[in-house]
């Protein structure tokens, strides 16, 4: 069983088994011709259930014929240009290289003597992506292991910096397009039912700032206290951008602290046209960003950012076996002193990679292509009388419904759009998102994928409305 274990004697059996795993993954990319098989739960789970754990292959080839099977074969491939599902990216093949080589070395990024040149790597990233959003001298931050972990610890700042300690009385501004994982947070810090205000936005799904100084007034005169503003820099339904400047004074007139939700607008960090966009961002206390959204990383690759290092101190908790206190005073860099996880990923080391082989502008360029493909969808929707679409967008996302002609049944075109999403998924030819806006089903596409092209997002539209018109016809033949 020695064999197994990664180690001088087995460098050769490893280089062998990985280009071996590297080669059958190569076949599928260079194979694949729909985003997805379409097979159900209830097909796969017996394929699954049937591997007996407890009888080893033994050798990495038959477990990579077996992997075909359960995994490789249905997987839902996100380099496809048909996929337009979720915020999920292709990769660049930097990050990946990055990816392996972090699993094989695994360092673990808590301290310096698990990980030393990792730590300081880590920290280049932070201070590079500090500097892009213009936190000033004293940031800092951690890389974390998605925009939920970041959201979280930004609020866990907040309210340590708050000035209560009375959790009942605290409030969390946040628009009510913003992501979940502020409520998640608030549950998990401990603050009431009622702590998060979901402020309304305009048409184009951007907080209104009109209603945000009312809310904030009004936490005042109630004797309440506003531990944290949120402003989202690329609502994940809509990519819309809360107005930041606007925000930011609000926020320093009340006193509270600004976190910036960039999980998904980050891109918008390295983009060579497109970085006024995020203008404002500047002010915040602290940054969500997920470069396993817009910066084409593989999951996962996040971080927080602050605009006080020394905040980051509410996280810090010593151990006699980690990190005694004396590696603060001997200066030893100990990443665990700033982040909520011990044990963690080098995840920093594909973002490494990427920016050494490609650099910013590089990745940068490739969210632009996306934001351009988004515009060009709004013009195809918008001229599409089968549809009807909400906003144009900001970032590259596209959200939108079929609306036949005919039909006045609200609950009738829902169930429309539903059908024709769940359809389309079922034949693997593409891969859409919903959502609902005002109650009412809609469809969404999150274009992350340079490749897809406007003729896939036309097809894709056609398919819908197949999809769409078959169920209709169905279903009015049946009321008739
Ligand atoms: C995706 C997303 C998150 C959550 O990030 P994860 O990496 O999925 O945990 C938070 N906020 C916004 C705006 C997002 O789009």
Known sequence: MRSHLLNDVTAESYRRSVTEGVERVAMRLATTRRPFTGVTPDELAPVISAVDLDQPLGNASAAL???????????????????????????????????????????????????????????????????????????????????????LQALLLARQEAKTSDLAKLRIFSSECSH?????SATLLGLGPDAVVAVPVDRNKRMQTVALAA?????????????????????????????????AELAEQYGTWMHVDAAYGCGLLASP?????????????????DYHKSFFQPVSSSAVLVRDGATLGHATYHADYLNPLRTIEERIPNQVDKSLQTTRRFDALKLWMTLRVMGADGVG????????????????LAADPRYDVVVAPQLSTLVYRYIPEAITSPTLIDRANL???????????????GTKVGGRQYLKFTLLNPETTTD???????LIAGHAEQYLGENLVHAS
């Open 65 to 151: 014929d077996e992997l075909e099977r359960v995994y490789l074969r249905d997987a839902v491939y996100f380099h496809h240009p048909r996929y337009l599902g979720h915020l999920n990216c292709p990769v660049v093949i930097p990050a990946v290289l990055g990816e392996a080589v972090l699993s094989a070395v695994n360092s673990s990024l808590d301290t310096w003597d698990q990980s030393a040149g990792g730590t300081l790597i880590e920290r280049r990233l932070i201070d590079w992506t500090a500097q892009r959003i213009g936190l000033g001298p004293a940031a800092d931050g951690v890389f974390t292991s998605g925009g939920t972990q970041s959201n």
């Open 456 to 462: 896939d997002i036309a097809a894709v539209l056609d």
């Open 419 to 433: 059908y024709a999403r769940k359809a389309l998924f079922a034949s693997g030819e593409a891969v859409v998102a």
């Open 273 to 289: 046209t497109r970085r006024h966009l995020l203008d404002g961002i500047e002010h915040a206390d602290s940054v969500t960003v």
């Open 180 to 184: 979940f994982s502020v409520q998640k």
């Open 365 to 380: 360029q490739l969210f632009d292509e996306v934001c351009d493909l988004a515009a060009d969808g709004w013009e195809l």
């Open 215 to 247: 809310e904030l007034e009004r936490c005042a005169q109630q004797g309440l206290v506003p531990m944290a503003v949120v402003a989202t820099a690329g609502t994940t339904d809509f990519g819309s951008i809360d107005p930041l400047p606007e925000i």
